[in-house]
């Protein structure tokens, strides 16, 4: 799951090295979203996540 956020992390350093400042913000709020919401439900499936069978 954090492979969009992190992919969108990259597309937001990239386009700001390149100076597109729009796009860059665009980015980088879009990776800040998908980022949070991929933590939260990261957190969520380690309590729900099933128990190893014994």
């Known amino acids: ?11 937001a350093i990239i386009a ?3 100076g597109f400042g729009g796009i860059a913000a665009g980015a980088a709020g879009i990776a800040k979203i998908l980022f949070f ?10 309590f729900t996540g099933k128990s190893p069978i014994k």
């Open 1 to 11: 799951m954090l492979r969009w956020t992190v992919t969108f992390i990259i597309l």
């Open 16 to 18: 700001g090295i390149l």
């Open 37 to 46: 919401i991929f933590l939260v439900l990261f957190v969520i499936s380690l």
